[in-house]
Each structure stands twice: as structure tokens, then as C-alpha cells.
T-cell receptor, first 115, second 112 residues
Framework: ETGVTQTPRHLVMGMTNKKSLKCEQHLGHNAMYWYKQSAKKPLELMFVYSLEERVENNSVPSRFSPECPNSSHLFLHLHTLQPEDSALYLC??????????????FGDGTRLSIL | QKEVEQDPGPLSVPEGAIVSLNCTYSNSAFQYFMWYRQYSRKGPELLMYTYSSGNKEDGRFTAQVDKSSKYISLFIRDSQPSDSATYLCAMSVYSSASKIIFGSGTRLSIRP
């Protein structure tokens, strides 16, 4: 497999459930990102990891908990979510988080629906 | 006021037409400008990247930056049905992937 792979593609969960989103990149990149994309809103950066260390946390509620066990894998653990958290969650990777000229490669996202 | 404004569309044009997609912004410190294309049920992909003002051409695509007007454009020549997608503008002050501000996207449809 090549590129950035996200699983699952779709997820429906209740507000009291615990679930995890998974992202895997096969590009040898050093940085990984989580974004939230809501309808008719701009992409919102949630977390940035560089060489497995979290370097950015954009005031994301604690019900979202990221984990980066190695430079190829990124998880987003979900707990006690709210209906407004329903959105497309995108994972991306790039070679260097300090260089926007290095393109971010996005996965196809997990469509999350909170009942 | 949003930092980056982008008309959501949808924009529908016939095949072969020239398409113009635009964004305005409020932060005069932005120096790096990008356009992403996002097909339905797919993640965004970087289409064009420019630094500061001027034009950049890549095949049928031309990115234009006018910093004095705080306005950027993406032109698509000889548009094809395969160009139907949502186009996101993005920009940043620093060359840092974690500081990119995205527009909300314009949905484009090319009619055969």
C-alpha cells in the first residue's frame, strides 16, 4: 500500500461510546496531522506530531485524545463526543512540519456521525 | 471577519470554459499561498504552491497572487469534467505546515 490510509471510512457512535480512528502512512514522512472538516467550514487543524512528539494542539477538547506510537501510525481516541463533533476527520503526513512547501498528503478521511 | 474568505459555490460551467476561483484574505502578513483540490469522498491534494506575489503556471492551471488587493485566484483553462471537485485555497505567514489557514472551499462542476 502507498500513501495515507485511514480506517474506518465511516463510523457511527453514541455519545457515551469510546472508539478510535487509525491512520497509517507509507511515505516515510516525519510529521503527521489530524484535521477536522465540517460542512461548509474550513479545515481545522487539531494536532501535529513530529517524530512521534506532539508539537501542536489547537485547543482541542479533551474528549479527543491523539496517540502517535511511531512515525507511521497515528490514532485519535474518541470518548463522550457531542453531536457537533460529527464531521470528516482527515489525517495527513508530510516530510517536515516546518516547511509548507513540502506537500501534505491526506488520507480519504473517516466520516464520523454522533447519534 | 474570517481570515480567509472563499465563495462556497456551487459553480457550474460547460466543458472547455475558463474557470476562475478566488479567495480574499485579511492578514497582510500571509506570504505562502496554496490551492488544494478535493474530489468527493477523498482527501485534499496540493495543486499549486506560490510564494509572495505573481503568477505560477502548471499545465492548464494558473495561480495568481495579488498581495496589494489581498486576493488570490486559480484559473483552469480548457476545463474538463474531471476537474469537478471542491477547491480549497490556503495560506500561511510562515513556511510551516502547522500554520496553514484554509478557506472553506468552492464546489466546482464542469458540465460535459
Amino acid at each position: 500500500e502507498t500513501g495515507v490510509t485511514q480506517t474506518p471510512r465511516h463510523l457511527v457512535m453514541g455519545m457515551t461510546n469510546k472508539k478510535s480512528l487509525k491512520c497509517e502512512q507509507h511515505l516515510g514522512h516525519n510529521a503527521m496531522y489530524w484535521y477536522k472538516q465540517s460542512a461548509k467550514k474550513p479545515l481545522e487543524l487539531m494536532f501535529v506530531y513530529s517524530l512521534e512528539e506532539r508539537v501542536e494542539n489547537n485547543s482541542v477538547p479533551s474528549r479527543f485524545s491523539p496517540e502517535c506510537p511511531n512515525s507511521s501510525h497515528l490514532f485519535l481516541h474518541l470518548h463522550t463526543l457531542q453531536p457537533e463533533d460529527s464531521a470528516l476527520y482527515l489525517c495527513a503526513s508530510s516530510q517536515d512540519p516546518g516547511d509548507s512547501n513540502q506537500p501534505q498528503h491526506f488520507g480519504d478521511g473517516t466520516r464520523l456521525s454522533i447519534l | 471577519q474570517k481570515e480567509v474568505e472563499q465563495d462556497p459555490g456551487p459553480l457550474s460551467v460547460p466543458e472547455g470554459a475558463i474557470v476562475s476561483l478566488n479567495c480574499t484574505y485579511s492578514n497582510s502578513a500571509f506570504q505562502y499561498f496554496m490551492w488544494y483540490r478535493q474530489y468527493s469522498r477523498k482527501g485534499p491534494e496540493l495543486l499549486m504552491y506560490t510564494y509572495s506575489s505573481g503568477n505560477k503556471e502548471d499545465g492548464r492551471f494558473t495561480a495568481q497572487v495579488d498581495k496589494s488587493s489581498k486576493y488570490i485566484s486559480l484559473f483552469i483553462r480548457d476545463s474538463q469534467p474531471s476537474d469537478s471537485a471542491t477547491y480549497l485555497c490556503a495560506m500561511s505567514v510562515y513556511s510551516s505546515a502547522s500554520k496553514i489557514i484554509f478557506g472553506s472551499g468552492t464546489r466546482l462542476s464542469i458540465r460535459p
